[in-house]
């Protein structure tokens, strides 16, 4: 016997509590997924570039611009007539002597997560969910080195001297600063010629290490994308390896 249409039976309806949570999560995937796109967008927009007419100088400073994929780095002769770095960092602040060192590495970034990830295998999920989401103290990375070779992680550009002396006073004013001194994080280093000092800045998923590298090459005169997130992406508009 068939049942009437109008004596069918109604589909059963999930509980209103289970109903409520379906579209609280949709809702906070949809949500999710506008936040993913504008931070994209965001970056799209800010690979235009600042410093459009820059041009390199025939005559002037070779600076090295370095991102290993984690961390990028300005990389400077420690020594020339516009300033010496070795007046401005304490010798003992390094493991072991650096006299034998040419450049300096110098890059910015959050402090648990620059001195707990020198490699993406040393990366945690809380390490990064805390520098990219919560007010946190920044800190500088200071390596002497030799002068790098130019390659896949490596780029180089001569700027002239005024804009050298810019840059120069564009990293000088991120250190925080007691007794005229740099202030040293006594203990922490990746190796033996390396150390950390306290900064000045806050970290977030718009402001990051490669971020800072790009401020500095704009503030400098070099053209360079106006926001730089994302690792490499200060290398956009330097000049290709051979």
């Known amino acids: 016997m068939e049942i009437p249409e109008s004596q069918s039976i ?33 970056i799209l927009i800010g690979l235009l570039p600042a410093n459009s007419d820059f041009e390199e100088s025939s005559e002037g400073i070779e600076i ?10 300005v990389v400077m002769p420690i020594k020339t007539h516009i300033i010496d770095w070795r007046d401005t960092m304490v010798a003992s602040s390094f ?18 997560f620059y001195v707990e990830t020198p490699t993406w295998a040393d990366l945690k999920v809380s390490t990064a969910f805390r520098a990219l989401f919560t007010p946190s103290p920044c800190c500088l990375h200071v ?8 390659g896949e992680n490596v780029r180089a550009v001569r700027i002239s001297e005024a804009q050298y002396q810019k840059m120069v006073e564009t990293i000088q004013a991120c250190f925080l600063q007691e007794k005229e001194s740099h202030v040293h994080i006594s203990g922490s280093s990746y190796g033996r010629y390396d150390t950390f000092f306290e900064a ?10 490669n971020s800072w590298v790009g401020w500095v090459m704009r503030e400098s005169g070099i053209k360079t994308p106006r926001l730089t997130p994302l690792p490499k992406s200060v290398f956009l508009y330097l000049p290709a390896t051979e």
């Open 143 to 150: 390596v002497m080195q030799n002068q790098p070779q130019v």
């Open 64 to 73: 090295f611009i370095t991102s290993n994929g984690v961390h990028a780095d």
């Open 10 to 42: 109604p589909e059963k309806q999930p509980p209103k509590k289970q109903r409520r949570i379906i579209r609280w999560l949709i809702r906070s995937l949809l949500l999710f997924l506008a936040m993913i796109g504008t931070y994209l967008l965001i």
């Open 200 to 209: 000045h800045g806050n970290y977030h998923c718009l402001n990051t290490c």
């Open 95 to 112: 493991p072991q002597n650096t006299d034998w060192a040419t450049h300096v590495a110098v890059g910015w970034g959050d402090k648990g």
